[in-house]
């Protein structure tokens, strides 16, 4: 079984830090994927890594900086945390199109529900 | 921008009656995912649908794929309380597995 996991579940943070949210995944994906949940508007793709070292930018990037220093960690960092980025904060993994076993879906990992103040 | 809209957004229905929640998408994709999200957990994969006329069923629950219409259906049957979850559904690019997801229609199953 794909196995993803989240550093943290619960976090609380002011306004002004440095956060550092870490995923990692057991099965050897290239691809990984951070997104926010929030109500009412689904998931949204903050960032995405398709290799070590490469990052590809979501539909909001903004405020945020991701690392993949290794195949199976993806970092989320917020850079200065604001209260609007209090959210649900969800890591993603799967193989790459061409070498992708059936099925193709995108194993998420338990979450981050972060609260800035 | 690809644009993916799922309907109802809030489902509220007695214990064995039928429903059906529609997905709709913006551009060409076979590939379409559904999800269920319980309170508090994460995503969990429900259905893979890859090709026009795909159709997959688990239990109560069954999805379907138009690409033709870009219209996805996920049908309940006989609902009972445990299927009370958000459900997602989600399209898929060829951008790097890049998915797009719904809003989410959030299902509450009443005894």
């Known amino acids: 079984d794909v196995k993803v996991t989240q550093s943290s579940r619960y976090l609380v943070k002011r306004t002004g830090e440095k956060v550092f949210l870490e995923c990692v995944q057991d099965?050897?994906?290239?691809?990984m994927f951070w997104y926010r949940q929030d109500p009412g508007l689904g998931l949204r793709l903050i960032y995405f890594?398709?290799?070590?070292?490469?990052?590809e930018k979501g539909d909001i990037p903004e405020g945020y900086s991701v690392s993949r220093e290794k195949k199976e960690r993806f970092s989320l960092i917020l850079e200065s945390a604001s209260t609007n980025q209090t959210s649900m904060y969800l890591c993603?993994?799967?193989?790459?199109?061409?070498?992708?076993?059936?099925?193709?879906?995108?194993?998420f990992g338990p979450g981050t529900r972060l609260t800035v103040t | 921008e690809l644009k993916v809209e799922q309907n109802p957004l809030f489902l509220s229905m007695q214990e064995g009656k039928n429903y059906t929640i529609y997905c709709n998408y913006s551009?060409?994709?076979?590939?379409l995912y559904w999800y269920r999200q319980d309170p508090g957990k994460s995503l969990e994969s429900l259905f893979v649908?890859?090709?026009?006329?795909a159709v997959k069923q688990e239990g109560r629950l069954m999805a379907s794929l138009d690409t033709k219409a870009r219209l996805s259906t996920l049908h309940i049957t006989a609902a009972v309380h445990d299927l009370s979850a958000t459900y997602f559904c989600?399209?898929?690019?060829?951008?790097?597995?890049?998915?797009?997801f719904g809003s989410g229609t959030k299902l509450n199953v009443k005894p």
């Open positions: 993603a993994s799967s193989p790459p199109q061409l070498r992708r076993p059936f099925p193709y879906e995108q194993y």
């Open positions: 551009t060409t994709s076979d590939r």
């Open positions: 890594s398709y290799d070590v070292k490469m990052k």
């Open positions: 649908l890859l090709s026009n006329g």
């Open positions: 099965m050897d994906h290239e691809n």
């Open positions: 989600a399209v898929d690019t060829a951008n790097f597995n890049k998915f797009y």
